[in-house]
């Protein structure tokens, strides 16, 4: 009875290690050529960038024919879906295959898992596509500082290469409407989005008060671009309080996209790509306003203590190069941080960057994490009364 | 379960020494995993509480009670677990009773209606329940063609939804411990009622109801306890005023990276589960064991 009851439990200890296994191992594309000279290819860049600090990327040949990495692997990590998947073709496979890296990636980028892995001293992530919200200088203990030396600090756009972080593509937050439900009017600005008297129907918003929301409500009251920071956040509430009843909230990017092409709501704040999506992929009948658009980044970030620090800031200097930067917009219109950077002619009336004019704000990030949980107690305190 | 039949064994085999032995190991594996699984992080998540950042004190909880938002948010989250438990009690106990006493191959296709939806995920119930009750649902959406209203019924963003989905998710909790432990009432015991003179009623409230207790009270604290935990349900079924607290929880951990807060903040809602379970607990049993009494 007793060797059965064992062989039972260790049954399932088994099972459950080989389960978990499974599920974690990610495949990795190509099996590493161990007999490769790694330490030599390794130290190149490195020493590089020490010997003559500004070679690395204003060298050209760093950019269209990056140094050799193989035998080395790298753990990237996004968001998944689309997004993912155009960065995989635009940037993870060509640079696989010009320098022989083992790119291994994950779907589930998430702040939270950022920090668990750097306090247990487990960092399995080399780099990591994070949201405006994360990666910088709060988040200076769980980050690598970015090397400028293989990054081009100066080509990329002003307020996106900071300290731990480098922009990875630019989007923009913008008004998305349905255009079959006017009678052919067309919103002009975030006060049109507030007016459900000439634009009936509900409003999508997104749930967060760092997300763009509360800016929105201010510009809609009248308040210019320039003098949005720091933020009225009465104001801002007292705005959205007068269509309290007709907002709809989301908080996912996919969620946005469903609710604006069934129709749940007439108006919402999207993020440019999703909107774009919903007319382009789902062929719903949305249309977006680019007037008063909020600019935003999604982040490249190194979790402090990655093994392969190296190869992560060379593979995130050969992205950011111009002639890199911009491949993205082929596959979703997502927009380079770069601003010397090509984009794809098709999609270039569609991408944040080809749209920005005076009406344009530049949210503040620093400004939004520094204030976070004074911003998430005033407008939590409304949303929920 | 397990502890007390570790102990019989053991008390059986005294002179062999072991506490536990034979059957009573097979609860070993999960006592371990329950030690390194719940206790410990528990514990972690206790002394993260006051100890991130360092020397924060007591200053997360001051935090937590002095926020209007999470105060609120704290009383929606009790609030709406007990009208989800009377809710499940009130549709579960009708349908348990009806189980108990149909004939057995009835029931079994019964017992199939509650568990059916019960394997399939939340996330897709909610979200079909999302599909049913929006303003372009199939309920609206339908009433909108016959013309038998025209604007859409607030069917869905309000207390009502996330009623209607909190209970149809837990509702096989209650069902089931209501279920096993009628099916074990004597059918004799209302018939001596009825003979005593006890009309249907009679019987059925002072004999049968009183014998179910049990059965409710492990049904309404199963429901309540689970129900605390929502947040998926709430937020796309409900509006902004039906958030519960584990969304708030999910919130700090997630998106503000805020460990510190989120672990006072899953700290208090287990003191006060505690604390809710622990005084209803003992008043149920009062209650059931006065019902005992006074009917045998």
Known sequence: ?385 | MSAPAAVKEGAGRAKRGPLISGWGSLAVPLLVLLTLAFLVPMFLIIVRSVTDPVDVGLGNYVTFFTNEADMRVLGNTFYIAVICTVACLAVGYPYAYLMAIVPQRVAGIMLVFVLVPFWSSLLVRTFAWEVILRDTGIINTLLLNLKVITEPLPLIRNTFAVILGMSQILLPFMVLPLYSVMQRIDPELTRAAANLGAGPFAAFRRVFVPLSFPGVTAGCLLVFVLALGFYITPTILGSARETMISRFIADQVQVRVNWGLASAMAVILMVLTFVVLAVASRFVKLRDVYGALGES
């Open chain 1, 1 to 385: 009875m007793q060797i059965r009851s064992r062989s039972i439990a260790a049954l399932f200890v088994v099972s459950a290690i080989s389960g978990a296994c499974g599920s974690s191992a990610t495949p990795a594309p190509t099996a590493a050529p161990t007999a490769a000279p790694t330490a030599a290819v390794t130290a190149a860049p490195t020493d590089a960038a020490t010997a003559a600090p500004s070679a690395a990327y204003t060298d050209a040949a760093f950019c269209t024919k990056p140094p050799s990495a193989a035998g080395q692997s790298l753990t990237v990590v996004s968001y998944g879906g689309a997004y993912q998947a155009a960065q995989d073709k635009a940037w993870f496979q060509p640079y696989a295959a010009a320098t022989g890296i083992t790119i291994t990636q994950s779907q589930d980028s998430a702040n939270a898992t950022i920090k668990s892995q750097v306090e247990s001293g487990q960092v399995s992530w080399d780099l990591v596509d994070v949201g405006n919200d994360f990666g910088l200088d709060a988040n200076a203990n769980l980050l690598e500082p970015i090397d400028y030396s293989l990054v081009p600090k100066d080509q990329i756009l002003p307020g996106f290469a900071a300290t731990y972080r480098v922009a990875a593509i630019t989007y923009g937050i913008v008004m998305a409407y349905r255009s079959d439900k006017f009678a052919g009017a067309v919103p002009q600005s975030w006060a049109d989005f507030f007016d459900t008297t000439k634009f009936p129907g509900k409003r999508g918003l997104y749930d967060y008060s760092t997300g763009g929301v509360l800016e929105i409500a201010l510009l809609a009251d009248g308040v210019a671009p320039k003098d949005l920071y720091p933020l009225d956040v009465p104001r801002a509430l007292k705005k959205l309080d007068t269509i309290k009843d007709s907002i709809v909230w989301w908080s996912s990017g996919a969620k946005s996209q469903e609710q604006i092409g069934a129709g749940e709501v007439t108006m919402s704040m999207m993020w440019n790509g999703r909107a774009w999506s919903a007319k382009h992929v789902d062929s719903k009948p949305v249309e977006i306003q680019w007037n008063q658009q909020l600019m935003v980044a999604d982040y490249w970030v190194v979790p402090k203590g990655t093994p392969n620090k190296a190869a992560a800031m060379q593979m995130l200097g050969w992205m950011s190069c111009a002639n890199n930067n911009g491949a993205v917009s082929k596959y979703i219109t997502y927009g380079p941080p770069n601003k010397f950077a090509a984009v794809d002619p098709t999609n270039k009336p569609d991408l944040a960057v080809s749209n920005i004019n005076d009406t344009t704000v530049t949210v503040n990030d620093q400004y939004l994490v520094t204030n976070a949980s004074q911003l998430d107690e005033l407008y939590n305190a409304w949303k929920t009364k």
